[in-house]
């Protein structure tokens, strides 16, 4: 099983439509982030939590809010859904001092 | 402002070719420096990463990169590549006085392995 678990994979949706994605880990890590990447854009962070009760926001956190609801989980929302939030997105982990593990991530289109 | 910069969007090498895969960056302070590899449709696979001590870092799959401070680089290199290190690689550097507080990413270089 993967330590870092992205849900769904693949995503189409309409605009103006609520969408959760959604993230757990295996590892025991207290870290965990959301980016999103664009072609030629590289990766982008979105927000990021280091412990159940911590959120903070990244660079492009307008139109996104997240939620932990356990210290492995980590779920982003887009409460309405828009065109250009169409990108591939991707939850990583990490523990203080240590590199970063990614999950496969989701592509999510937005009609 | 924090910044990473990969000049080489597209490199093609032939396999068995050596590669050089360029990236700079812009931070007042030390910096946590990484690279990672994405393959079609999968994450990011973390290659190597600097932290500190030895400049020259060695990292997975035959991957290696030079911290230089005064070029403020962190090049990745390979002697003899393979048609399976075909795929994306992005730079990063670690922000905010911890290797993991946040990544500040490159654009990424893609790279073609041709026969």
């Known amino acids: 099983d993967a330590d870092v678990t992205q849900t769904p994979r693949n995503r189409i949706t309409k605009t103006g439509k609520r969408i959760m994605l959604e993230c757990s880990q295996t590892k025991g890590h207290d870290r965990m982030y959301w980016y999103r990447q664009d072609p030629g854009l590289g990766l982008r962070l979105i927000y990021y939590?280091?412990?159940?009760?911590?959120?903070n926001k990244g660079e492009i956190s307008d139109g996104y809010s997240v939620s932990r609801q356990a210290q492995a989980k980590f779920s982003l929302s887009l409460e309405s859904a828009i065109p250009n939030q169409t990108a591939l997105y991707f939850c990583?982990?990490?523990?203080?001092?240590?590199?970063?593990?990614f999950g496969d991530g989701t592509r999510l289109s937005i009609l | 402002a924090q910044s990473v910069t990969q000049p080489d969007i597209h490199i093609t090498v032939s396999e068995g070719a050596s590669l050089e895969l360029r990236c700079n960056y812009s931070?007042?302070?030390?910096?946590?420096l990484f690279w990672y590899v994405q393959s079609p449709g999968q994450g990011l696979q973390l290659l190597l990463k600097y932290f500190s001590g030895d400049t020259l870092v060695q990292g997975i799959k035959g991957f290696e990169a030079e911290f230089k401070r005064s070029q403020s680089s962190f090049n990745l290199r390979k002697p003899s590549v393979h048609w399976s290190d075909a795929a994306e690689y992005f730079c990063a550097v670690g922000v905010n006085g911890g290797a993991t507080n946040k990544l500040i990413f490159g654009t990424g270089t893609l790279l073609a392995v041709q026969p």
């Open positions: 931070y007042g302070a030390t910096p946590y």
């Open positions: 939590s280091f412990d159940v009760k911590d959120i």
């Open positions: 990583a982990t990490s523990d203080s001092g240590q590199p970063q593990h």
